[in-house]
T-cell receptor, first 111, second 113 residues
Framework: GEDVEQSLFLSVREGDSSVINCTYT??????LYWYKQEPGAGLQLLTYIFSNMDMKQDQRLTVLLNKKDKHLSLRIADTQTGDSAIYFC???????????FGTGTLLAVQP | DAGVIQSPRHEVTEMGQEVTLRCKPISGHDYLFWYRQTMMRGLELLIYFNNNVPIDDSGMPEDRFSAKMPNASFSTLKIQPSEPRDSAVYFCATGTSAYNEQFFGPGTRLTVL
């Protein structure tokens, strides 16, 4: 079945760049998403990329997609303490026609 | 628009009691999803509806769980009887398709003692 994997934890210092990685198994995915979950809240869409793109930039966020390796990454430039949250990648448009979420990566930003 | 509304935000109950969680979707969204989030299992899709009809309930853990969507403005997730292992945060999310952007509610934190 479809699977989306992420590392569980990442710690960075304020001002550094953060890179959160994700791997997925469904090669027929159409869209890939990054969601952010702040403490005590629901998930909120940060950005997304179509599977026919290899990069998307949106202010401090850069999404890179390596479709051959089924690898997605989210780079946050100039990471701030407000970026501390759990980040989920998700893929969709594949065989199950559902949104499949990864396990989530907890990003801790040290002042 | 107020976004997805869930109630209650917190629920503490005793084992064996019935629990009902409620969700009001964003107007115009004809897909509604129920998720459960725990530390051990992450985010799990329990069931989703399209135009008030259940489409996929393969994630519902067992017969103690049931979900309904009587109209486009309201859905419930019921657990009867509840057990301590049901303790989790339950999210409702809505959208305009099964696999495009989903808008999440704030969640209901359920504790079963």
């Amino acid at each position: 079945g479809e699977d989306v994997e992420q590392s569980l934890f990442l710690s960075v210092r304020e001002g550094d760049s953060s890179v959160i990685n994700c791997t997925y198994t469904d090669s027929s995915s159409t869209y890939l998403y990054w969601y952010k979950q702040e403490p005590g809240a629901g998930l909120q869409l940060l950005t997304y990329i179509f599977s026919n793109m290899d990069m998307k930039q949106d202010q401090r966020l850069t999404v890179l997609l390596n479709k051959k390796d089924k690898h997605l990454s989210l780079r946050i430039a100039d990471t701030q303490t407000g970026d501390s949250a759990i980040y989920f990648c998700a893929e969709s448009g594949g065989a199950t026609n559902k949104l499949i979420f990864g396990t989530g990566t907890l990003l801790a930003v040290q002042p | 628009d107020a976004g997805v509304i869930q109630s209650p935000r917190h629920e503490v109950t005793e084992m064996g009691q019935e629990v009902t969680l409620r969700c009001k979707p964003i107007s115009g969204h004809d897909y509604l999803f129920w998720y459960r989030q725990t530390m051990m299992r992450g985010l799990e899709l329990l069931i989703y509806f399209n135009n008030n009809v259940p489409i996929d309930d393969s994630g519902m853990p067992e017969d103690r769980f049931s979900a309904k969507m009587p109209n486009a403005s309201f859905s419930t997730l019921k657990i009867q009887p509840s057990e301590p292992r049901d303790s989790a945060v339950y999210f409702c999310a809505t959208g305009t398709s099964a696999y495009n952007e989903q808008f999440f509610g704030p969640g209901t934190r359920l504790t079963v003692l």
